[in-house]
């Protein structure tokens, strides 16, 4: 007797480990917002978070609904089959298509993935082995296309026989693998800080370059020693960079930055600038306050910020951010856009974008 093919059946999310439990408090609010209701698999440290609706006929909905770009603490959005275990060693290349032929007839790409964990990372070199055989029966079983518009099947390895075989959608999960984007710190750069702002303008701006141009300008607020303020110039756009700390010299040298020593939660730029970065640490809730005062001002257009979270009710926190900016501004009638992601390169915090429409 033949056996049914397996249905997707969870959402597998890759998280920053330690950060599991606001992984999956989020994905609850997010499913409950769409009337689905699910539990939860989070074990601390893993680095993932598998969701998994009462009713797998729910899953085509949160596949089409649920929108990867409202999950601040999720790096990685999968649709994930039951997990395949016990493959044979002699064999993991026949179980695997299977699976993926249960997902789809082809995939763009195939991405071999595990957590984000020192303990994960060991399958690194299995990995690198398992990838060529398999590119390589993918091809002959014709499971390869050339849209980029077809899924991308994702294989998360537990270890090097567990496995979940799901696929995502291009524009509606990251565009790297493992959701982490490698960036080579730039030798010039003032401070590793940078990176978050370069990861924030890949993660939020990806496709729309044109809201970065030479020429603009920018306020950079806590901007010693200058990580984000060297992204700026590196574009060609001015910089007032706000802090009381010194600035790094060369990046002064450039003729584009003027460093006031001022207070960056009474500043106010004289005429409107086209962005705001700030990166000072302090309350999440103060710095949300400061963000609405410049964009319901008029005093920029878009906005990048650090919120550095607390140790304990992290996602609460976020949402209360949220909220402050969004009832603000529909109170201003601003019109707007609002996300929150915590990146790669964010630690005990989140990036937001802020931008008017
Ligand atoms: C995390 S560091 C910023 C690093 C910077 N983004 C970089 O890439 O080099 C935070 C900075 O915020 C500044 N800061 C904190 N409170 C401030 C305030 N009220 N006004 C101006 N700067 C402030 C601190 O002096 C510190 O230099």
């Known amino acids: 007797m033949s056996q049914e093919p397996p249905v997707i059946q969870s959402l597998l999310l890759y998280c920053?480990?330690?950060?599991?439990?606001?992984?999956?408090?989020?994905?609850?609010?997010?499913?409950?917002?769409?009337?689905v209701?699910?539990?939860?698999?989070?074990?601390?440290?893993?680095?993932?978070?598998?969701?998994?609706?009462y009713e797998t006929g729910d899953m085509p909905l949160l596949m089409k609904q649920l929108r990867f770009a409202d999950l601040c603490f999720a790096r990685q959005m999968v649709a994930v089959l039951p997990l395949l275990s016990k493959l044979s060693v002699e064999d993991r290349i026949s179980p695997v298509l299977e699976a993926a032929s249960a997902l789809s007839r082809q995939f763009f790409d195939t991405w071999l993935e595990t957590a984000d964990t020192n303990d994960a990372k060991e399958l690194s070199v299995f990995l690198r082995k398992f990838q060529g055989p398999l590119a390589r029966a993918m091809a002959e079983a014709g499971m390869v296309s050339a849209k980029p518009g077809a899924p991308r099947l994702h294989l998360f390895f537990l270890n090097s026989t567990t496995v979940y075989a799901g696929l995502s959608r291009p524009g509606n999960a990251s565009p790297w693998p493992m959701g982490i984007v490698r960036l080579k710190f730039p030798r010039s750069?003032?401070?590793?800080?940078?990176?978050?702002?370069?990861?924030?303008?890949?993660?939020?701006?990806g496709d729309e370059p044109k809201i970065l141009q030479p020429g603009m300008k920018a306020v950079d607020l806590g901007a010693a020693p200058g990580g984000w303020t060297w992204q700026l110039v590196k574009r060609?756009?001015?910089?007032?960079?706000?802090?009381?700390?010194?600035?790094?010299k060369e990046l002064m040298d450039s003729g584009i930055v003027e460093h006031l020593r001022v207070d960056g939660f009474r500043y106010l730029p004289p005429r409107p600038v086209d962005w705001l970065v700030c990166d000072m640490v302090d309350q999440p809730s103060r710095i949300a306050a400061l963000v609405v005062r410049w964009m319901a001002g008029g005093h920029c257009r878009h906005a990048m910020f650090n919120l550095k979270?607390?140790?304990?009710?992290?996602?609460?926190?976020?949402k209360r951010c949220r909220a402050i900016i969004e009832e603000a501004l529909d109170n201003a009638g601003v019109p707007f856009r609002l996300s929150f992601k915590?990146?790669?390169?964010?630690?005990?915090?989140?990036?937001?974008?802020?931008?008017?429409?």
Do not use: W
């Open 189 to 205: 750069a003032p401070s590793r800080s940078t990176l978050k702002l370069e990861e924030a303008f890949l993660f939020f701006l």
């Open 37 to 53: 209701s699910g539990f939860s698999k989070a074990n601390p440290n893993a680095g993932y978070v598998l969701f998994t609706p």
């Open 16 to 35: 920053r480990p330690g950060f599991e439990k606001e992984c999956a408090t989020e994905i609850q609010d997010q499913t409950q917002k769409l009337e």
């Open 342 to 357: 915590q990146l790669y390169h964010d630690r005990e915090e989140v990036t937001g974008y802020l931008a008017r429409l």
């Open 309 to 318: 979270l607390p140790m304990k009710k992290r996602h609460e926190e976020i």
């Open 236 to 248: 060609s756009i001015r910089v007032i960079a706000v802090d009381n700390g010194p600035m790094d």
